[in-house]
């Protein structure tokens, strides 16, 4: 069983900061391919990380934003610097397992950014 439990959306002015936290839990069964945050209902790439050791930005948050990684907590962080009302959406953490032909998704967190 795999479950992924975000926090840390809210409401935010243009141009201030937010950081998102994904925590996950998963059985000794499974390999972490690859987990990061995904928004809108298309579920468009923010930024992940691959068990291969790369980290993958979406061009529109390059600069910006910065995703990391705590192995102990099994936990990835998303931190949103300089934020611009076009980043308000749902944002989602999504993991990809070996053992898993489809990924994983948390509830969602909204992040709202007034401008």
């Given at each position: 069983q795999v479950q992924l439990v975000e926090s840390g959306g809210?409401?935010?002015q243009a141009g201030g900061s937010l950081r998102l936290s994904c925590a996950a839990a998963y059985g000794s069964?499974?390999?972490l391919n690859a987990m990061g945050w995904y928004r809108g209902k298309q579920r468009e790439l923010v930024a992940n990380w691959t068990r291969s050791g790369s980290t993958n930005y979406a061009d529109s948050v390059k600069g910006r934003f910065t995703i990391s990684r705590d192995d102990a907590k099994n936990t990835?962080?998303?931190q949103m610097n300089s934020l611009k009302p076009e980043d308000t959406a749902v944002y989602y953490c999504g993991a990809d397992f070996r053992e898993s032909p489809y990924?994983?998704?948390?509830q969602g967190t909204q992040v709202t950014v007034s401008s």
């Amino acid at each position: 069983q795999v479950q992924l439990v975000e926090s840390g959306g809210g409401l935010v002015q243009a141009g201030g900061s937010l950081r998102l936290s994904c925590a996950a839990a998963y059985g000794s069964i499974f390999t972490l391919n690859a987990m990061g945050w995904y928004r809108g209902k298309q579920r468009e790439l923010v930024a992940n990380w691959t068990r291969s050791g790369s980290t993958n930005y979406a061009d529109s948050v390059k600069g910006r934003f910065t995703i990391s990684r705590d192995d102990a907590k099994n936990t990835v962080y998303l931190q949103m610097n300089s934020l611009k009302p076009e980043d308000t959406a749902v944002y989602y953490c999504g993991a990809d397992f070996r053992e898993s032909p489809y990924p994983y998704w948390g509830q969602g967190t909204q992040v709202t950014v007034s401008s």
